[in-house]
């Protein structure tokens, strides 16, 4: 059987985590496209060899420097679009690879790029994890080092939330943890009944 490919994402401190382990507790396998670039990145990874060809500096103990690529893409607007010509191929083949090997009904795909990179394509349903903006806010500028200019320059980055919202097919509000588990129960139970029409 091929699995039924939900697409999460949700901007910066949307609870895309969060989401992703409540649909794993209600045993659905999650693929998490961030570990995956975290593997690619190790040492051994896919990712370092490619990586330092172009960067030298950006190799470190064998695995890649993800501070010294920060700030390579600080002071070099094309530094960027070459990490992402050389990791997001790697990523695609880790995502086809798990979905492959994968044996169950649903599956779900965390992807903090999906919009972005134009990912909805390769799945049968989208979900967005949102929140208000002052909630989004609240929790980014919480984590340990975290400036307000870090978290602009995060935003500008990504899609807004709210062109994320027209483009999804279904939305889960991350308010409260008890709704957003009630909320990720019902979608699977909805998207149990569309498999079995
Ligand atoms: C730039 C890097 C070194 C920053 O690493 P760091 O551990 O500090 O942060 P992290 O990966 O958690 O990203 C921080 C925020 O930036 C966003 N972000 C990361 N990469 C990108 C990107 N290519 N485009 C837009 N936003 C991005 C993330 O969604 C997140 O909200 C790292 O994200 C990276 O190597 N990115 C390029 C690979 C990539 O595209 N990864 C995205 C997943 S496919
Ligand atoms: N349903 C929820 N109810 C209450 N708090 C939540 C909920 N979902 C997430 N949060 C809180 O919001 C914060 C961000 O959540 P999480 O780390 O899951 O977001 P993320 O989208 O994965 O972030 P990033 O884009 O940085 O990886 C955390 O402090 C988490 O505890």
């Known amino acids: 059987m091929t699995a039924f490919r939900l697409g999460l994402t949700g901007s910066i401190g949307m609870g895309k985590s969060t989401t992703a382990a409540m649909f794993a507790a209600e045993g659905l396998p999650v693929w998490d496209a961030d570990a995956a670039v975290h593997r690619l990145y190790a ?15 950006a190799q470190s103990e064998g695995g890649i420097d993800r501070a010294a690529l920060k700030a390579w893409i600080a002071r070099d607007p094309a530094a960027l679009g070459r990490i992402e010509a050389i990791v997001h191929p790697l990523v695609a083949a ?6 492959q090997a994968v044996a169950a009904d649903i599956v779900v795909l965390d992807i903090p790029l999906l919009f972005e990179k134009g990912y909805e394509a390769e799945m049968d349903a989208t979900l967005l994890v949102t929140a208000p903006p002052a909630l989004q806010r609240a929790r980014v500028l919480a984590r ?3 400036t307000e200019a870090q978290f602009s320059a995060i935003l500008a ?14 939305i889960i509000e991350t308010l409260e943890l008890d709704a957003a588990r009630a909320a990720v129960r019902a979608l699977i139970g909805y998207i149990r009944t569309t498999l079995d029409a």
């Open 43 to 57: 040492p051994g990874g896919a990712a370092v060899a490619p990586l330092a060809a172009i960067h030298p500096a």
């Open 94 to 99: 880790d995502r086809h690879a798990f979905l």
């Open 144 to 146: 340990p080092g975290m």
């Open 157 to 170: 980055r990504q899609m807004p939330d709210s062109e994320k919202r027209g483009r999804a097919t279904h």
